[in-house]
């Protein structure tokens, strides 16, 4: 059996700034394909983009292709063209073009799972977005592009600026009221692998900043949870309409509850080296789709 862990030919346009161990970042491929190894499958990394051979694997992974966010119909093609070798690819690829657009999180509204509140939002329609701003009575936002990944283009501002400064983009972008939470409890990212809650990871911005995420200097600690949280984590997994090999979720706790700040299906770091045994979960729930 043969698996390709797909990953990025190159990082990202966004990340402009160096990166002192670029290497640590692809650390979950390396645990999954150790994992792997171990079962008797040979894994081997791969840019998605790369001109493979693809039909002489059995299924593709994907895992580190952040840079799909330069290339987004490139990236969907290509994997519609490695399934049609018949290499099939995991995460699913409708999971993946759903989850590509982050008009996702209206979709998961109208599923009942809590989200903090979106609306959408263009340069062409800022009057009407900014009355939308107002009568919910959101004094302080977050604006972040509807395609995008590591919070690249994500901007923190007060509502009366928010006019302006959509004049200024040049695609569509989700408007949201600021989490306060973040700055102080932190978000909290769940991974769930095979269909349960492997771990979960508490992560706090930087002195100054309101990213939670590492490469803008935040901090990541392994979290245990309250039962109550989990329960509604694992009750919010349940409502997705896909069989997903792996997905994390980022949370927030917003007007009394935990909500959905991100569900990231396509490519999210699963910290998987912060927790013993989730690389072979990963690993096993990967080799269910190939003994089937």
């Not at 569509?172 to 909290?188: C, I, N, S, T």
Request: hydrophobic letters at 50%; proline letters at 5%.
């Amino acid at each position: 059996m043969r698996v390709a862990v797909l990953r990025c030919e190159r990082l990202p346009r966004f990340v402009t700034w160096e990166i002192p161990d670029v290497d640590a970042l692809f650390e979950d491929d390396r645990l999954l394909i150790a994992a792997l190894g171990r079962r008797g499958v040979d894994a081997v990394p791969l840019a998605w983009s790369d001109d493979a051979d693809w039909a002489a694997f059995d299924l593709a992974v994907l895992r580190s292709t952040w840079d799909y966010v330069d290339r987004l119909p490139e990236f969907l093609a290509a994997l519609e063209a490695i399934e049609a070798r018949g290499c099939r690819v995991r995460n699913p690829i409708d999971a993946v073009r759903w989850n590509s657009d982050k008009h996702y999180l209206v979709d998961l509204a109208e599923m009942g799972v809590p989200v903090v509140p979106v609306i959408r939002a263009s340069s062409v329609e800022r009057a009407a977005v900014a009355r939308a701003v107002a009568a919910a009575g959101w004094d302080e936002l977050v604006v972040k592009p509807t395609v995008g990944v590591g919070g690249a283009g994500v901007v923190r501002l007060r509502a009366s600026r928010l006019v302006d400064h959509l004049a200024s983009t040049s695609g569509p972008v989700f408007v949201q009221p600021f989490a306060p939470a973040v700055l102080d409890e932190g978000e909290y990212s769940f991974a769930v692998i095979g269909g349960e809650v492997s771990h979960a990871l508490r992560k706090r911005p930087a002195e100054g900043d309101f990213r939670a995420h590492g490469i803008y200097g935040g901090t990541i600690e392994r979290h245990t949870p309250t039962e109550s949280d989990l329960m509604e984590i694992r009750e919010l997994a349940a409502r997705l309409p896909f069989e997903l090999d792996y997905a994390r979720i980022d949370v927030v706790r917003f007007a009394g509850r935990l909500r959905v700040l991100e569900l990231e299906l396509i490519e999210p770091i699963l910290y998987l080296g912060m927790a013993d045994g989730s690389a072979d979960m990963l690993a096993d729930a990967v080799l269910r789709h190939l003994r089937t």
